[in-house]
């Protein structure tokens, strides 16, 4: 696994990147100039500057007490601690560290409420995404990606997040639109990890599933599951695989 967030701390640029590809966690980061081990350096500009937000705070914890640990899915301590560190690093995508006064547009984006990771997406949300993204973005181009963004020439400040999720969830739309005749009215995404749990609930929901089928009878749901994705389509976003119909 691996996952960035960037923030700014008065008006200097933070990233940090957690890392477990390598089966021990690493988390490192650039801030102000310096890169690598940044834990003490955004500790000691909190304790000059602001008081220390939470998020960051638990960050800076988990930093101490896990960096370069191996990686242990069954440490429940250690689990809960990672989850506690990828939802502040959500939480703090494209925020500006202290508040910014009122006017701005970079310090007023609304991070992301759904994920790639998540067990089913709707379009709609999707949708209303973009929208979103498209109105926050409205002074660019419409056809500022990533690749052609450049933070420093965008006087609403850094905006480089909101630009790369809208290139994502285009990539996205664009592919599922080839597929899905009624996504602008509502379609949904099914991720491979529950799609056995889906074609499940979906079979009994149909009333494909006898009644009064006797204890000792086992359905294989996986291969029911693989049976099904005949009728989808897959779709990667941004890494992750998603089914759609």
């Known amino acids: 696994m691996k996952a960035t967030t960037n923030f700014v701390l008065d008006g200097k640029r933070v990233e940090i990147v957690f890392d477990t590809e390598r089966n021990y966690i690493s988390l490192t980061g650039t801030f102000d100039g310096g890169g690598g ?5 955004l500790r000691e500009a909190y304790n000059e500057s602001v008081t220390l937000s939470d998020d960051v705070e638990n960050i800076l914890a988990i930093w101490h007490a896990w960096h ?18 990828l939802m502040s690093m959500a939480n703090l995508a494209g925020k500006r560290l202290p508040e910014a006064e009122e006017g701005g547009r970079a310090e007023d984006f609304d991070t992301i409420d759904f994920w790639n990771t998540d067990d089913v997406l709707d379009s709609r949300d999707i949708i ?11 002074d660019l181009p419409d056809n500022t990606t990533a690749g052609t963004y450049d933070p420093d020439e965008d006087k609403n400040g850094d905006r480089s997040i909101a630009v790369t999720e809208r290139d994502d969830l285009r990539e996205l739309e664009r592919q599922c639109e080839s597929y899905a005749a009624d996504w602008q009215y509502g ?10 749990e889906y074609a499940e609930q979906l079979v009994k929901d149909i ?3 006898p009644d009064n089928i006797p204890r000792y009878l086992v359905i294989d749901w996986e291969a029911t599951a ?9 779709i990667d976003f941004s890494g992750e695989t998603y089914y759609i119909r």
């Open 128 to 138: 209303a995404r973009i929208e979103y993204l498209n109105e926050f973005l409205c």
């Open 187 to 196: 379609e949904t995404l099914i991720h491979e990890d529950y799609f056995t």
């Open 37 to 41: 081990q940044i834990d003490d350096s």
């Open 207 to 209: 009333g494909d599933m």
């Open 226 to 234: 693989e049976n099904l994705k005949s009728d989808y389509a897959a």
């Open 68 to 85: 370069l640990k191996t990686l242990d899915t069954n440490n429940a301590e250690q689990v809960a601690d990672l989850n506690t560190l």
